[in-house]
């Protein structure tokens, strides 16, 4: 049986009930402890840094060459807290509620309220530590809004917003590496969780510039690796992102919950052509400002500017008057899809929607040239202060948007496409972030909690700064404090001889497989069959013979791979290739989830389970759960339920009308 | 705009490792689209070289969005390539034309050794930010973040440094291997905030003498760096550095 852990008494209390009673563990006992952190994204930094501060030994991991351009780098829109500086009604209870209904209830109502209780924290911390916040005039601090609520609460640092916050979070880190209580580990990658007497005791790591494997002992270890989007070959993730460690602990034992909930997010730019790489995310806070419309005719061939105003189709207004264009995610995603696969698609390739800056340049021009008493401007004039504004607020995102496709989107409408985003699923953790494997704590995108079906902007800052600054600081020590007695453990324990072992030859076997195929060529079929059959829109035929496909990949894979170099020096390839054989299984686990889960909810959209409207249509009945899946054997998991109970927030159908 | 394809000839250094003596090689590539970023070039060559049985060309990158500061490359004598206030990850092939030839070398410069072909080892600058590049607050209890207002012009500054994204270009530009622009974008990111003063004098002079001590040069205005670095960090930076050293050495 699972065991959530959940603390007893009423929502709002649960947290403090639980700081008030969980055991610490005493100065001097902390300096003995040993804390393994891998990844040292926004999760992984601040968890380090604030570990090390309270006086743990803490080894940090990342495979880049500097924590500071780990993933959490490129978020751009903002980080949610429930401050109400606006004071538009917002609260700790709304923020809960939003992020619970936004998951489509498929998240634990007792952690989604810890995450809106620390929220506030976050934002006072991040500002002390000299994170430079958008402001007001009048010095305070200032807010947008985001999808799926109807309430300021979004910070943001113009569209660099995670950049920020990481480099916040770095410096603290590089401050604690400087005292000496964290020793970082850069370009180091995990390959295997070490686990001796049923307890997560340390980890082996590549050295990416030697290829040596190198072995470390922790008291506990902390997985904060980030999401897994780069399964579909092609998402907004950067190019390094895996699932490798989740998956190497998934193996040994820790359950994988929700795996097939993925993010797609509306707003990207489309896919050029097939030596794409990576697609770029415009930020969701573009739709803020932006307004997104397909022309009324199908395959109308006219440039954006000659299609009359009665000739555009709004159509995220249309359908859904009372958020418009500000509809969660999966919705917006959904709707785009209906209307490009109804022909209605522009640009090139049809696959594609416009996201429209005109009126809101218009709209801000006006009260620009209103302050300024230029009431009688012309058009032009009050284009030219409008764009200022713009460029104020967006101004990053739009220079990426023309380095990408060379169109200037101050004059043209953006052209935009749905695209993988963020994986709510992750690794299945307890009230206190632990895995099913004693001792292995996971945070941030890797773990599954507080999203559900679908995540809301601006709250996976959020999750993980909330993470690591704010919650495993008290969750650790209920665990060590039982471990204070545990002297470190030598590397030389078999149990250390073994994992690396195992990691040393499934590099050889890879590396001698010597056949015709690079690992691109692999990632990039299985990135076409999981986006064709286990993307934004899944049935019971598709997922079937997805996983058919995947185990004949597998199978080629094994056969036919081909990589330079060698093992024992720095080989990109050989990364990749370990990465791709993971994400490759992976697949298989998402397809299998998507296949069981019958019912639509937030990302999740199975054909079969829809509204006459064509809406998402949950099955609460039968599926009101956290999906947690067991490795069993190649091929073989068996399936956890964790049922949700939901005593507040009241599941009901969404609506966004 | 119009797409168009080209033929090119690259020239790239390869070095197999830090101790070995790198070379240039040349390679061509064809029916490269123009709509392509440079990596994806990169990677289309990198593709056949293993096909070819070739060790394909190593070199850093991770958001490809221009955020992440990893990738480096030396194209044609300017870090980052051609366009102006960006990334080699966000360069793209129409900026190029069929027949062009492109040198592509790693960053040069002492404190920056070469790992393997265009891979450098930045840590150096990890290093100075340990000198002093923070705010000392553990995290904890600060006060309600709205109880300090901060001039909005000082926080857009402020800003405006924070967007440093410690590639390291402005060291592969300047004769003198200068870090003085990375540096003082993080002391004036700190100290134009009111949170950033109390270790305003000691922030400047342990991070000028960490970066002295891994071996970059001194400045001398040649203003190289400010013209190649993708977010456009000013030199008034560099200003502000040497003020808030000089006030740091005054008051010592
Ligand atoms: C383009 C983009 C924009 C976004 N914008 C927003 C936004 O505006 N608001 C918002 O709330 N969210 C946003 N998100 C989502 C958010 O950025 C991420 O979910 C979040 O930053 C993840 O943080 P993390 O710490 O969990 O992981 P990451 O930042 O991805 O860090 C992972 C860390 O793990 C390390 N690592 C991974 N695997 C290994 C291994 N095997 N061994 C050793 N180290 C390893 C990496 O080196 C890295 O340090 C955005 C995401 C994208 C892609
Ligand atoms: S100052 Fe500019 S060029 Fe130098 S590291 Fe920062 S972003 Fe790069
Ligand atoms: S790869 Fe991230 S900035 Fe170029």
């Keep these: ?657 | 705009m119009e797409h168009y394809k080209m033929g090119l000839t690259l020239k790239i250094w390869r070095q197999k490792n830090s101790q070995s003596k790198g070379h240039f090689a040349t390679y061509k590539v064809e029916d490269i689209s123009s709509e392509m970023s440079f990596l994806e070039m990169i990677d289309v060559l990198n593709e056949r070289l293993i096909r070819e049985g070739e060790d394909p060309v190593a070199f850093d990158h991770d958001c490809r969005e221009g955020i992440c500061g990893t990738c480096s490359m030396y194209i044609n004598g300017r870090p980052h390539g051609p366009w102006h206030a960006n990334t080699v990850c966000q360069l793209h092939m129409r900026a190029y034309k069929d027949g062009d030839s492109i040198t592509i070398e790693p960053w040069r410069a002492n404190a920056f050794p070469v790992i393997k072909d265009l891979i450098v080892d930045r840590s150096a600058f990890d290093r100075i930010i340990q000198a002093g590049g923070y705010i000392s607050i553990n995290t904890g209890n600060p006060v309600d973040a709205n109880s300090l207002p901060v001039d909005k012009n000082l926080a857009d500054a402020s800003f405006a440094a924070a967007a440093c994204i410690g590639c390291g270009a402005c060291v592969a530009a300047c004769k003198n291997s200068s870090a003085m622009l990375f540096v003082s974008a993080k002391v004036s990111h700190l100290a134009l905030l009111p949170q950033g003063h109390p270790e305003r004098k000691s922030r400047a002079l342990n991070m000028v003498a960490q970066m002295d001590k891994e071996g970059f040069g001194g400045c001398t205005n040649t203003q190289a760096c400010e013209s190649v670095c993708p977010k456009e960090i000013s030199m008034t930076n560099i200003a502000k550095l040497n003020s808030e050293f000089i006030f740091a050495g005054l008051s010592e």
């Design chain 1, 1 to 657: 049986m699972l065991d959530s852990k959940i603390p007893p008494g009423a929502l709002e209390h649960k947290w403090n009930e639980y700081k008030g009673h969980v055991k610490l563990v005493n100065p001097a006992n902390k300096r003995k402890i040993e804390i393994i952190v891998v990844g040292t994204g926004l999760a992984g930094a601040s968890a380090a840094a604030s570990l090390g501060e309270m006086g743990y030994k803490v080894k940090a991991y990342c495979f880049q060459d500097s924590p500071r351009r780990a993933h959490s780098i490129a978020a751009q829109g903002g980080i949610n807290a429930a401050k109400n500086y606006q004071n538009d009604g917002d609260s700790v209870f709304r923020l809960f509620y939003d992020t619970i209904k936004g998951g489509d209830y498929r998240s634990r109502e007792a952690n989604v309220h810890r995450l809106a209780e620390v929220s506030t924290n976050i934002i006072d911390q991040c500002v002390a530590q000299g994170v430079p916040f958008a402001r007001e005039y009048g010095g305070l601090l200032s807010n947008r809004s985001f999808g799926g609520t109807q309430v300021q609460r979004t910070f943001y640092a113009a569209g660099q917003t995670g950049q920020q916050l990481l480099i916040g979070a770095y410096q603290a880190l590089e401050r604690q590496i400087s005292l000496g209580n964290v020793t970082m580990y850069a370009r180091h990658e995990m390959q295997e969780l070490v686990i001796i007497d049923g307890k997560a005791r340390g980890i082996i790591t590549r050295n990416l510039i030697s290829g040596k494997l190198e072995r470390h002992f922790g008291h506990t270890v902390v997985l904060c690796t980030g999401g897994y989007g780069n399964v579909f070959y092609l998402s907004t993730n950067a190019m390094g992102c895996n699932v490798t460690a989740i998956w190497k602990a998934h193996k040994k034992g820790a359950f994988f919950g929700n795996p097939c909930f993925t993010q797609i997010h509306p707003t990207c730019i489309p896919v050029s052509g097939d030596y794409q790489s990576k697609l770029t995310l415009m930020s969701e806070s573009l739709r803020n400002d932006g307004r997104i419309w397909v022309p009324k005719k199908q395959n109308d061939n006219r440039k954006p500017g000659e299609i009359p105003e009665e000739e555009r189709d709004y159509y995220l207004e249309r359908r859904y008057p009372a958020f418009g264009n500000l509809v969660p995610r999966d919705v917006a995603s959904r709707a785009a899809k209906e209307r490009c696969d109804a022909g209605y698609g522009v640009g090139t390739s049809r696959q594609a929607v416009y996201l429209d800056y005109a009126e809101a340049i218009i709209r801000y021009g006006k009260v620009e040239c209103h302050k300024l008493g230029l009431e009688n401007s012309t058009t032009e004039v009050i284009r030219q202060y409008g764009k200022e504004v713009i460029k104020e607020k967006y101004g990053n995102l739009f220079d990426m948007y023309e380095k990408i496709t060379g169109e200037n989107p101050y004059e043209v409408p953006m052209r935009i496409y749905p695209a993988v985003h963020y994986t709510m699923g992750g690794l299945w953790v307890d009230y206190e972030l632990m895995t099913t494997i004693p001792g292995l704590y996971c945070m941030g995108e890797a773990n599954f909690s507080d999203h559900g079906a679908n995540r809301l902007g601006a709250s996976a800052l959020m999750q993980g700064l909330a993470d690591g600054y704010f919650v495993i600081p008290y969750t650790i020590g209920n665990y060590l404090s039982d471990d204070i007695r545990t002297a470190n453990i030598p590397t030389d324990h078999p149990a250390f001889e073994s994992a690396e072992l195992a990691v040393s030859d499934r590099m050889t076997r890879l590396k001698n497989i010597n056949g015709t195929k690079t690992v691109e060529y692999f990632h990039k079929q299985l990135g076409k069959i999981m986006w064709d059959k286990c993307g934004m829109a899944r049935n019971e035929r598709n997922l079937k013979e997805a996983i058919t496909e995947i185990q004949q990949l597998k199978k080629e894979f094994f056969s036919d791979l081909k990589i330079p170099g060698d093992i024992y020096e720095m080989n990109p390839e050989l990364d990749k290739a370990n990465r791709v054989a993971d994400f490759i299984e992976l697949g298989e686990l998402m397809c299998i989830d998507a296949l069981n889960r019958k019912e639509s909810c937030g990302g999740h959209f199975r054909e079969e389970m829809q509204t006459e409207e064509g809406e998402a249509k949950r099955d609460d009945e039968h599926f009101t759960y956290v999906a947690a899946w067991e490795f069993k054997s190649e091929h073989e998991w068996e399936l956890h339920p964790e049922t949700l109970v939901f005593d507040v927030a009241k599941p009901t159908q969404r609506s966004y009308k």
